[in-house]
């Protein structure tokens, strides 16, 4: 069982309230996030993620047996999003590895080598990071969020810099990674990746709330 519980959930910066008492429950498989641009949608995917504290309201994570919250979950979060960057002067493959080591995870050869083909990114594994096209470091961004086969994938925009082919294996891995034991969080404006989505929540409605797509 995996389940989100979202109570009053507020967040101001300095003057500027971006979410106002937002009340709400997930317990399917993929949401999507949508809203003009500043209606919140990444200042609410960092607070389900666990990397941003909300002004007011709480966020709690069902997994399994057990309840917590964001921050007590996050190793089993995986993120991936624009202002989240690996280090440029290891190469991908050495960048995997580091995440592996921080997360004690002992991955073979053959693991990595699955990880980065199912990404699309076996044929710049090993230049720099910062050497990349923005589209091959998205690749590189989404690898590492899925090496720990994380509960809860938060995806901010995740088609962002990507051409059409990157863009569907977007899709493709969504699809692969569905599950009844895992929620997938896609923020995004675009069409096609909402369309991805079992439902959306729409920030910018004055009462937004979940609407199920037929």
């Known amino acids: 069982m995996i389940e989100m519980q979202v109570h009053q959930l507020s967040h101001r910066y300095d003057e500027q309230t971006v979410l106002k008492s937002l009340t709400f429950s997930w ?9 003009s641009n500043g209606s919140g949608k990444s200042t609410l995917i960092r607070i ?7 002004t007011r309201g709480s966020v709690a994570w069902t997994i399994g047996d057990i309840d917590g919250t964001p921050t007590y979950f996050r190793t089993r979060i ?11 002067g290891l190469t991908v493959r050495e960048n995997l590895r580091f995440l592996c080591d ?19 990114a076996v044929s710049f594994a090993d230049r720099p990071y910062g050497e990349l096209s923005t589209g091959q470091r998205q ?3 989404i690898g590492s969020a899925l090496l720990h086969d994380p509960s809860v994938l938060c995806l901010d925009e995740p088609g962002s810099n990507l051409d059409a082919g990157g863009r569907q294996r ?29 439902a959306a929540l729409n920030l910018s409605n004055p009462t937004p709330d979940i609407e199920p797509f037929s």
Request: glycine residues 8%; contains cysteine; hydrophobic residues 40%.
């Open 102 to 120: 921080l997360r004690r995870i002992v991955p073979t050869n053959n693991d990595l080598d699955r990880l980065l083909e199912r990404v699309q």
């Open 170 to 198: 977007i899709a493709e891995i969504i699809d692969q990674l569905r599950s009844p034991d895992r929620i997938i969080l896609v923020a995004t404006n675009q069409p096609d990746e909402l369309t991805l989505c079992d």
């Open 48 to 54: 389900l993620g666990g990397l941003l504290t909300p």
């Open 139 to 141: 690749r590189a961004k």
């Open 78 to 88: 995986g993120f991936v999003a624009p202002y989240l960057e690996l280090y440029e």
């Open 27 to 35: 317990s399917g498989e993929v949401l999507g996030i949508s809203g």
